[in-house]
């Protein structure tokens, strides 16, 4: 890919997509710039990935093809206020945060441009994310092509309508946090049965890890592989039924729920 790709931004997303970037040799080092607050955070970014650094946005918008804006959401209007005049009109301005709507973008930039939103999670920094990508009007197939090779480059992409982005937000933006909740008390659990903590945490993460690639691997439907496991009168259906009785499933769903109502909430 033949483009300078920016960064608004240096927190751990964007470290994880300029890590993607640079292991699947998508782009140069050379092509990769970034701007953020302080010297610190852009010396540290500078030392560990070999790119091009400045604290000034203006300076990152000018000069790039593809404009990530990877800067917390309650400073996106602020940042665009300040970039927007500079953006090339050919420009691929995407934005990652969490209730920034396309049409939001467009309003603080008071123009038309090719805006696409994309939601990664944190599992990227390791790369096995998962990131929904709505395009914006205007971005064409090939553009919208060299958006997802970045995200590609993280793990897994799909795209999706905008209108599906809060899910997206509940079931894998939001919900490694669940996840990690769940591997802390399978190891508490674990460590109540007189295992040491470190061998429960890695006992309760690799079956976390492996279940999840049997569903995505085997194909088979989430519940048939639960059956799979529940022998009768066993101990796994014994665990099913005290799950189902303090209500895990329907926890989860209203957790989700919840998690993309504050999503809509918090658009524009």
């Known amino acids: 890919m033949d483009k300078v790709i920016g960064f608004i931004g240096c927190g751990n997303m964007a470290r994880a997509i300029i890590g993607g970037i ?24 500078e030392k560990e990935y070999g790119i091009k ?12 093809d593809i404009l990530i804006l990877a800067v917390k959401p309650n400073i996106y209007g602020s940042v665009l206020d300040e970039i927007g005049e500079y953006i090339d009109d050919e420009s691929i301005i995407v934005g990652i945060a969490a209730g920034i709507s396309i049409g939001d973008i467009q309003k603080s930039l008071g123009k038309e ?6 939601m990664p999670n944190t599992p990227a920094m390791v790369g096995e994310g998962m990131t ?21 480059s993280l793990g897994d992409v799909e795209i999706i309508d905008e209108d599906l982005m809060n899910a997206v937000i509940a079931v894998s933006g939001s919900s490694p946090a669940y996840v ?12 109540l049965e007189g295992m040491d903590r470190r061998l429960a945490y890695r006992f ?12 995505l691997e085997t194909g088979a439907h989430p519940g048939k592989l639960k059956d ?7 101990t796994t259906i014994e665990a099913v039924a005290v799950l189902e009785e303090y209500g895990f499933r329907s926890a989860i769903i209203e957790a989700m729920r919840a998690c993309a109502e504050k999503s809509r909430q918090m658009e524009g």
Not at 204 to 215: D, I, L, T
Request: aromatic share 2%; net charge negative; charged share 25%.
């Open 180 to 191: 990690y909740m769940m591997i802390e008390a399978m190891a508490d659990g674990a460590v």
């Open 53 to 64: 650094t400045i604290a000034d946005n203006i300076a990152v918008a000018k000069a790039s």
């Open 132 to 152: 929904g990508i709505s395009p914006g009007t205007g971005v064409d197939g090939q553009e919208l092509d060299e958006v997802m090779k970045i995200f590609s």
């Open 204 to 215: 309760a993460a690799q079956a976390v890890s492996g279940a999840a690639k049997m569903v």
């Open 22 to 45: 640079i292991k699947s040799e998508l782009v140069d080092r050379e092509n990769i710039m970034a701007s953020a607050r302080t010297e610190e955070t852009l010396a540290s970014i």
């Open 228 to 234: 799979d496991v529940c022998s009768p009168r066993g």
């Open 113 to 118: 441009m090719k805006v696409i939103r994309a």
